[in-house]
């Protein structure tokens, strides 16, 4: 991998490191997929990060969330959770009210509409991955799985 590296991002000394050049791998590999999904989400109006918070409120189970928690889940840390829900309920596809119990509190919800581009980009989505990912095969996708959580440990 590593003369494939140095050469992908030019560069002719080694890595000062075996961890540098692991880093490096792991975040040139998340920035090109993370670019292909936001090529795929162009069409429908949202950012990556949108979808992510979408993916959650859907994941909630009709149970509203916090702000906070919606950001507890996110899988990019996005440092203005309210600014981004803001922004989905702008578009429609989701709701926010002040909590029953706690009026300091406000939850989000998606709507149906949120729900219904959701369902029109789970196919697609899932084919990324695949065309993404898919050439490891389970063998390999589960011991990578294993190593970046355990890289994740520390």
């Given amino acids: 991998m590593s003369a494939k590296l140095q050469s992908l991002i030019k560069q002719s000394r080694p890595f000062g490191s075996l961890e540098q050049e692991a880093s490096l791998a792991i975040a040139r590999l998340a920035s ?16 990556a990060t949108q979808y992510n918070a979408l993916r959650i409120l859907r994941g909630s189970q009709d149970e509203p969330l916090s702000c906070g928690e919606v950001g507890e889940r996110m899988i990019t840390r996005e440092s203005d959770v309210t600014r981004l829900l803001d922004r989905l309920e702008k578009q429609g ?8 119990r706690d009026r300091r509190v406000v939850k989000a919800r998606i709507t149906e509409r949120g729900l219904a581009l959701l369902a029109k980009l789970d196919e697609p989505m899932s084919a990324l991955h695949h065309r993404q990912l898919g050439h490891l095969g389970p063998e390999k996708l589960e011991r990578l799985l294993a190593l970046l959580e355990e890289a994740a440990s520390r």
């Avoid at 090109?32 to 950012?47: F, H, M, N, P, V």
């Avoid at 596809?93 to 029953?100: G, H, K, N, Y």
């Fill in 32 to 47: 090109e997929l993370g670019a292909e999904q936001a090529d795929l989400l162009r069409d429908s109006g949202i950012t």
């Fill in 93 to 100: 596809l989701v709701v926010r009210a002040r909590d029953e």
